[in-house]
């Protein structure tokens, strides 16, 4: 295999993009960060600075850079499918934040045209390929829970206008705590238990206006901001998840998959590591798994080195558009079913991402 670094170039340098460049440039010997923008140059010129990436500059001067191979799209969610539908009609792959597009007709659009143009898209999250999550699709796939007959996700918080520097667009379409957060907890239940069949679910408003913290700028919510949903797998597994900005304080677990023989305690969707807990029939406590799998830290940016692994090898990668896609047609679903007041049957499907071989060397990925 060549030993010529995939080169990437990063559009968005807001708040999240620090341990993308982090991971990128220290973590992972195949990639190698050439350039970065943003609609603010200041923003693009201090991260250039802050990790020595060579060339801050425009978006259009990177994607018309023909050393990049990949386009690491940072962006706020409004902007997702519109910079990479430019990157990939630039001959460049597209890994984008989540959600993976607003809309379901522009996902599909970026899943065409990748298609078309002989390139790959895909996006976050990839904390499913975290340790914590391969320890738990290690003992899903060898049995120690018999076949899954249900899960729970739950995701409580009261959001980010308190912290987060432009929090505006938490509250406007592609965001909310379903298309902000959902993506983490779907993506890992469809990589543990596969493909959803069905949804249905009801949401709401509940705070139609929301202060900023720091400076008691108002915003105006747009989206639901309690999601409440139930999911029929492929399998036949039966899915509940409610993810909420609406709620000061909750006792409820991150993710649970419940089986045939024993119980799933999973670890939260949002990090790489974590603990594994299983109660097997007839045990009267949990008992911990012993994690089988690396990448236990901040490893924000394994996916666009599967990418990259993917791109020279010709396999698929793991945090692939099929997947991404999937998971913003669940999300789309539980708005049409609670505006409909039924079930919702899926277009969308797609296959369990491969499991990573256990004993990879932290920084390297299979080939
Ligand atoms: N902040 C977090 O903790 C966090 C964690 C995980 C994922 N994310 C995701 O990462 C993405 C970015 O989030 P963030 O918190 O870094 O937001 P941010 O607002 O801090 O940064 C986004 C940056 O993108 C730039 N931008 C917007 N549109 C652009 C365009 N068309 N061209 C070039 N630049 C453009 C903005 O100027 C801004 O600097 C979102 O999709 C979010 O869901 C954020």
Redesign the pocket.
């Given at each position: 295999m060549s030993t010529e670094k995939t080169k990437v170039g990063v559009?968005?340098?807001?708040?999240?993009?620090g341990t993308y460049f982090d991971r990128m440039i220290n973590a992972f010997d195949i990639l190698g960060v050439a350039a970065c923008?943003?609609?603010?140059m200041d923003?693009a010129r201090a991260k250039a600075e802050e990790f020595g990436v060579p060339k801050p500059c425009t978006?259009e001067e990177l994607l018309a850079d023909p050393d990049i191979a990949v386009v690491v799209n940072?962006?706020?969610?409004?902007?997702?499918a519109?910079?990479s539908l430019a990157a990939l009609d630039a001959g460049k792959s597209a890994y984008n934040?989540?959600p993976f597009a607003v809309t379901r007709e522009d996902g599909r659009k970026l899943l065409e045209t990748a298609k078309a143009n002989g390139l790959l898209v895909g996006g976050?999250p990839d904390t499913f390929m975290g340790g914590g999550f391969q320890t738990c699709r290690k003992l899903i796939d060898d049995g120690a829970i018999g076949e899954p007959v249900a899960a729970t996700a739950f995701m409580m918080c009261h959001g980010h206008e308190s912290w987060?520097?432009?929090p505006e667009?938490y509250y406007k379409p592609g965001g909310g705590p379903m298309f902000?957060m959902g993506p983490y907890y779907l993506t890992a239940l469809v990589s543990l238990i596969g493909p959803v069949r069905r949804v249905t679910g009801s949401t709401r408003i509940t705070f139609p206006e929301r202060t900023i913290t720091k400076n008691g700028t108002k915003i105006a919510v747009e989206v639901p901001t309690h999601v409440a949903g139930v999911m029929d797998f492929a399998n036949g597994a039966i899915g509940t998840i409610v993810t909420s900005f609406d709620v000061w304080g909750a006792n409820l677990p991150c993710i649970e998959i419940y089986g045939t023989e024993a119980t799933l305690a999973v670890p939260h969707p949002n990090g790489f590591g974590g603990t594994v807990r299983l109660r097997r029939a007839g045990d009267d406590d949990w008992r911990e798994a012993p994690l089988t799998h690396g990448y236990l830290e901040n490893f924000r940016g394994l996916g666009v080195a599967d990418m990259a692994y993917a791109l020279r090898s010709g396999r698929p990668h793991r945090a692939g558009g099929d997947l991404a896609y999937h998971v913003l047609d669940i999300m789309h679903a539980f708005e049409d079913a609670s505006r409909q007041g039924a079930h919702v049957e899926l277009e969308s499907t797609c296959g369990r991402p491969a499991p990573l071989p256990v004993g990879l060397i932290e920084g390297v990925l299979d080939e």
């Open positions: 559009v968005g340098c807001g708040a999240i993009s923008s943003d609609l603010d923003r978006t940072l962006t706020t969610p409004d902007a997702h519109s910079v934040e989540k976050a987060h520097p432009n667009f902000d």
